[in-house]
């Protein structure tokens, strides 16, 4: 029998369960094997006799491996290449900002370097979205919880992590189980990540949308539109097809109603196709009722799997002008970030450095910058 990671907590706490083991000892050995890499269950001090054969004959201290470390000539960004147990790859990308450098309430931020970590919720994606490389790959399997939370694990002894986006490969609400479980193991001891500096993805499967707030309080929703009409947005993300933009917006309304916070809207800008000033007014008229923060995307080029172009330089800051000066809507532009080493937005597919790899502004700083404004 497979063994499962020791980070897969809906597991190891039913074993303990079973065996009448107190789950209070988990973070105790999570802290330990965080902190000793490559130690045995058995070297993990003051447990009681009984879990050290249970931990042995079921769990590892990792089942996944780093393949590859990738640093970007940005000296800011870096990808993780993670090998999973069954063979397969996802990637993580941390992403690092001074917040000396950015501005808060009219005053320079106190602080320093935060780091934030985009993990993957799946190997490949089933989504299917026209800009996305990882979506090129079709949908391979489901990370168990145990598989996500080991991304952070492996992130943290590269560098203190402050931040978790699940905007990595996949679709992180048709993982939703483990995606919860995995987000909860996050928060809690000894990672203590807050769930408001936790944001979560998706295309808008609205069934779990209607339950995120309730199983995780607190964390926040980003939401990829990338258009204002159904059409054009079937067009660009096929699986949009299965929820109308109708339906989707009072899946929003309730969310919001019952969280009370801010919406982030992922916008990709592609050329021609739904950067129109046009289109700007009518997102807006779309989001009036909401509180949201859209955050524009410069689409990044996957290579010889485009079939977009990148809007213009000119045209992201005329829809951005839009948004913000006629409608006042909060609205930023992505820093481009680990273009290089195929980590930015929408570039996330699975390439082996030696093995046939893909050819490699105004701006938006951390995540955290804009859930506190």
């Known amino acids: 029998m497979a063994l499962k990671s020791i980070f897969?907590?809906?597991?190891?706490r039913t074993e303990l369960?079973?065996?009448?083991?107190?789950?209070?000892?988990?973070?105790?050995i999570w802290k330990y094997v965080i902190q000793n890499p490559n130690c045995e269950f058995d070297e993990i001090p003051s447990l009681p006799s009984a879990i050290y054969p249970l931990?042995?004959?079921?769990?590892?201290?990792c089942t996944s491996t780093v393949d590859t470390v990738l640093e970007s000539n940005d000296n800011v960004t870096t990808k993780l290449l993670v090998k999973l147990k069954n063979g397969a790859f996802v990637?993580?990308?941390?992403?690092?900002?001074?917040?000396?450098?950015?501005?808060?309430?009219g005053k320079p931020r106190p602080g320093g370097v935060r780091a934030t970590l985009c993990v993957s919720s799946q190997v490949g994606c089933k989504m299917a979205c026209t800009f996305c490389a990882t979506g090129s790959m079709g949908f391979k399997n489901n990370l168990s919880s145990g598989e996500i939370v080991e991304q952070l694990v492996h992130a943290s002894r590269i560098c203190e992590i402050r931040?978790?986006?699940f905007m990595g490969m996949g679709e992180p609400m048709n993982n939703y189980t483990s995606l919860v479980e995995a987000v909860r193991s996050m928060i809690g001891y000894p990672f203590l990540i807050s769930p408001r500096r936790i944001t979560i993805s998706t295309v808008g499967i609205i069934p779990c949308i209607k339950k995120l707030h309730d199983d995780l309080p607190s964390v926040n929703l980003a939401v990829s539109l990338h258009a204002p009409d159904q059409k054009t947005r079937c067009e660009i993300m096929p699986t949009a097809?299965?929820?109308?933009?109708?339906?989707l917006m009072e899946a929003l309304r309730v969310f919001q109603q019952k969280s009370q916070q801010k919406i982030f809207i992922e916008y990709i800008m592609l050329n021609g196709k739904n950067d129109s000033e046009e289109q700007a007014h009518d997102l807006a008229k779309l989001l009036e009722k909401f509180q949201v923060v859209i955050n524009l995307?410069?689409?990044?080029?996957?290579?010889?799997?485009?079939?977009?172009s990148t809007s213009t330089d000119q045209g992201v800051v005329k829809f951005q002008q839009i948004l913000r000066g006629t409608y006042n809507i909060r609205t930023t532009i992505r820093k481009q970030m680990g273009q290089d080493i195929m980590g930015a937005c929408g570039q996330l597919v699975v390439s082996i450095p030696g093995k046939g790899s893909p050819e490699g502004s105004s701006s938006v700083p951390d995540i955290e910058d804009l859930i506190r404004v």
């Open 8 to 12: 897969d907590s809906g597991a190891l």
């Open 17 to 28: 369960e079973k065996a009448g083991i107190k789950t209070s000892f988990i973070p105790i």
């Open 55 to 61: 931990l042995q004959s079921k769990f590892k201290t």
């Open 91 to 105: 990637e993580a990308v941390i992403m690092r900002y001074d917040s000396r450098l950015g501005i808060c309430g």
């Open 163 to 165: 931040n978790i986006v």
């Open 241 to 247: 097809s299965k929820f109308s933009l109708e339906q």
């Open 297 to 308: 995307i410069p689409f990044n080029p996957i290579g010889s799997l485009s079939t977009h």
